[in-house]
Nanobody
Framework: VQLQASGGGSVQAGGSLRLSCAAS????????LAWYRQHPGKQREWVAT???????RYLGSVKGRFTISRDNAKKMVYLEMNSLIPDDTAVYYC?????WGQGTLVTVSS
C-alpha cells in the first residue's frame, strides 16, 4: 500500500481546508485509516480515524471542526478541516496503521 496526502496550504484562522489521501493496494476497503499530525518540534499525534464500516473517532480538540471520510471506490480518505486555529498548524499524515503518506503542511495564521 502506498499513501499520498495532498491539500495542505496556508489559511487564516477561521478558514477551511480539505486534505486528501490517495491510496494504492487492493485491501483499501477493509483498512482502518487515520490522520495524524506533527506540530513543529513535537511528536506526531493522532487526529482522526475512520473504520472500514464508516465509524469515526476524533481527537478532542478537533471534534466538531474536522470530519474524516472515505471513498472506497476511489481509494481515497479525506479530512475536512473547518474553523481552523493556529494550533492546527502541522504536517498532516494519512496512515493505515502500517504505511504512511509523505505528509502535507497546513499553516494557520492568526
Amino acid at each position: 500500500v502506498q499513501l499520498q496526502a495532498s491539500g495542505g496550504g496556508s489559511v487564516q484562522a477561521g478558514g477551511s481546508l480539505r486534505l486528501s489521501c490517495a491510496a494504492s493496494g487492493s485491501a483499501f476497503s477493509i483498512n482502518t485509516l487515520a490522520w495524524y499530525r506533527q506540530h513543529p518540534g513535537k511528536q506526531r499525534e493522532w487526529v482522526a480515524t475512520i473504520f472500514n464500516y464508516g465509524s469515526t473517532r476524533y481527537l478532542g480538540s478537533v471534534k466538531g471542526r474536522f470530519t474524516i471520510s472515505r471513498d472506497n471506490a476511489k481509494k481515497m480518505v479525506y479530512l475536512e478541516m473547518n474553523s481552523l486555529i493556529p494550533d492546527d498548524t502541522a504536517v498532516y499524515y494519512c496512515t493505515d496503521g502500517t504505511h504512511w503518506g509523505q505528509g502535507t503542511l497546513v499553516t494557520v495564521s492568526s
